[in-house]
């Protein structure tokens, strides 16, 4: 990994096991806070920890009016679409609790185009964080959630793509996905990702154990070079995690 630190993996038993230890590592990162911030993530992994979070007990641990809510990527598609991520997670958990809707930062996929959405969404990010450069010692996220593509892919950091390299923007157009659907996509780059108290992977089961294999040996390929300013782990259940 580019890891400042070495990444942690735990391992869970089952899909179900994983949506709890990531609701309980969410709650941590956000509690006692006036205000937090999280990045979410699209795909089928994180979906049993939204639906966990619009139930108790951990609905009522969230202080709703203190978090913020973003995403780490998003299909460009209308916010209704059923491809959108933020929308997923609107209607899984975010609308069925009734989170404030300033609290919500969907990436504006309104704009004209994927660069112009990326544009306004990286100026939403600047005006949250109060300045314009990262800072390292101050990360701008308290907890960025992350998937695992088939192909080696996280967030829309797709193999070969010249967003893998970018370090000055903060969030890129991607007008070509790698993988289904194949529909353009916004996506924060490495850098912003990176700047998080913990940056955890949901990796579940037995068809990502291939993948999650190959990105742990040190393959090049997009989420080894994930890093965080803080803590990066690796939670997987027993399906997906390699052999030992
Ligand atoms: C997206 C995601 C993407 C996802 C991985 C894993 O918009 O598609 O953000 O990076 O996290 O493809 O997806 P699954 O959890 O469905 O395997």
Redesign the pocket.
């Given at each position: 990994m580019d890891a400042k630190s070495a990444p942690e993996m735990i391992v869970v038993d089952d899909a179900p096991a994983l949506a709890e230890t990531a609701a309980g590592r969410l709650i941590g990162r956000v509690s006692g806070k006036d205000r937090a911030a999280v990045a979410l993530?699209?795909?089928?992994?994180p979906q049993g920890l939204y639906r966990l979070l619009a139930e108790e007990p951990w609905r009522s641990k969230v202080q709703w009016d203190r978090v913020h809510w973003f995403i780490?990527?998003?299909?460009f598609v209308p916010k209704s679409d059923p491809l959108s991520?933020m929308g997923t997670a609107r209607r899984m958990f975010l609308d069925r609790v009734g989170a404030p809707r300033q609290n919500i930062h969907p990436i504006p996929t309104d704009a004209a185009d994927p660069e112009s959405a990326a544009r306004l969404y990286e100026d939403d990010l600047k005006a949250f964080y109060g300045a314009d450069r990262l800072d390292p010692a101050r990360p701008m996220f308290d907890l960025v959630l992350?998937?695992?593509?088939g192909d080696g892919?996280?967030?829309?950091l797709f193999p070969s793509s010249p967003a893998l390299n970018e370090t000055q923007r903060w969030v890129i157009g991607i007008d070509k996905a790698g993988?289904e659907p194949f529909v353009p996509?916004v996506t924060l780059t490495f850098p912003a990702l990176a700047s998080t108290r913990e940056m955890l992977f949901l990796v579940d089961g037995a068809d990502k154990r291939a993948i999650l294999s190959r990105v742990l040996s040190g393959e090049d390929l997009p989420a080894h070079h994930a890093y965080a300013d803080g803590d990066l782990v690796w939670l997987v259940d027993r399906a997906a995690a390699p052999e030992r």
């Open positions: 993530t699209g795909g089928s992994s780490g990527d998003d299909r991520n992350m998937g695992l593509g892919h996280t967030a829309s993988m996509r």
